[in-house]
């Protein structure tokens, strides 16, 4: 099958079935366009790193970034920024398209079933999961590409550290002038990037 | 879309001046700006998004009242897909119809599309790995990025409020999804038998009373 057609297959299938907000979706694109071979993990890491950066919702971020480099990734005749282009566009519409059908033609039926309490069952049910989902997320990030890429067991002790120390920061709030604050995930990114500057690039 | 402008227009008998008839009235253009500016400016997506939704269309021009705002944030929020465009798609659709949801859900879309296409097309995956300083940087960011996805993992289970019988749900959904195992590894199983269980739970007791009753 053509890449564009499954792309957007891939897409359709992350904007219908993405419930618990832009985390637990990470685990369905990741599946979709991870598994196939059409980005490798860091660059998927990456992806998540740089729609932290940007604004906009992390789907759409995914989306668009996936489909520009997807194309040419299976295809070299495609690495070019009219196919990117097209694959951008295309995904990015597939992850949209379904749920804004649904608002429109679907309100009226989540209106009246609200009321019954069914779809607050439902999602009772769904809030469990997309726990996991998160958490799954987090669980395949955490690989060889990303912690130890070349193989050094300093390198993986240092980035276990680094992720020890980001994960602080962003959990737990620091105590200011009797203020708690927490610290915005882009600067903690910034910080995680300057050590590996400091690390590994000098 | 006469039908659909009424909630808007409600108190316009004691908001009179000018200039707040002309606050009300949403345009295409004013309808795509607003969301395109919130677009531009929010980082996180999200929750982040929604409360400046609400203090632009809200507070800012009064576009909807704030219970219609709420309503059509919890229907918003019942769908899937991504929340923001599933806001401004029902904001635009309550405006100005289907071509307002379009215009509205372009706005949203379209920033976060540019900026991110313009990183795609200089930032490529050859060129994050084979620049030295690029690659230091972002082998110091991927470590952080997996710290910034677990930190909701917990946030999120509290939310939940995650019992010793429910506890076991993520628990075996994040262990069969990060496995490799082909069918039983898909997320969208474990989307689909959630829902399930959570209607079931609702609704088996609902038929064995209503059963109850009719004896």
Known sequence: ?202 | MCGKGKSTYRNSDIMDTDNDIEQRTASYWRLFATFFKIGAFTFGGGWAMISIIEREIVDRYHWIEKDDFLDLLAIAQSLPGILAVNIATAVGDKLRGTSGSVVASLGTILPSFLIILAIAIFLTPEMIKNNRVISAIFMGIRPAVVALIIAPVLTSAKAAKLRWKTVWIPLVVALMISLDLGFVSNPILYILLGAAGGFLFWWLPRIKTSRNDKR
């Open chain 1, 1 to 202: 099958m053509n890449i564009y057609l499954k792309l957007i297959w891939a897409y359709l299938k992350i904007g219908i079935f993405g419930f618990g907000g832009g985390y637990a979706m990470l685990s369905l694109v990741e599946k979709a366009v991870v598994e196939p071979g059409w980005i490798s993990e860091t660059t998927f890491t990456d992806i998540v790193a740089i729609s932290q950066m940007t604004p906009g919702p992390i789907g759409i971020n995914s989306a668009t970034y996936i489909g520009y480099v997807a194309p040419g990734a299976v295809d070299p005749a495609l690495a070019s920024t009219g196919w990117g282009l097209l694959g951008s566009v295309l995904c990015t519409l597939a992850v949209t398209v379904p749920s804004f059908l649904l608002v429109l033609y679907a309100s009226h039926f989540i209106r009246r079933h609200r009321e019954s309490g069914s779809i607050k069952a439902i999602f009772n049910g769904l809030r469990p999961v997309v726990v996991g989902l998160i958490a799954s997320a987090a669980i395949m990030l955490m690989n060889a590409a990303n912690f130890n890429p070349n193989g050094i067991d300093s390198q993986l002790w240092i980035n276990i550290g680094i992720c020890a120390a980001a994960f602080c920061l962003a959990y737990f709030p620091i105590k200011y002038k009797e203020k708690k604050i927490r610290i915005h995930p882009i600067l903690i990114i910034i910080m995680a990037g300057t050590a590996g500057y400091l690390l590994y690039g000098l």
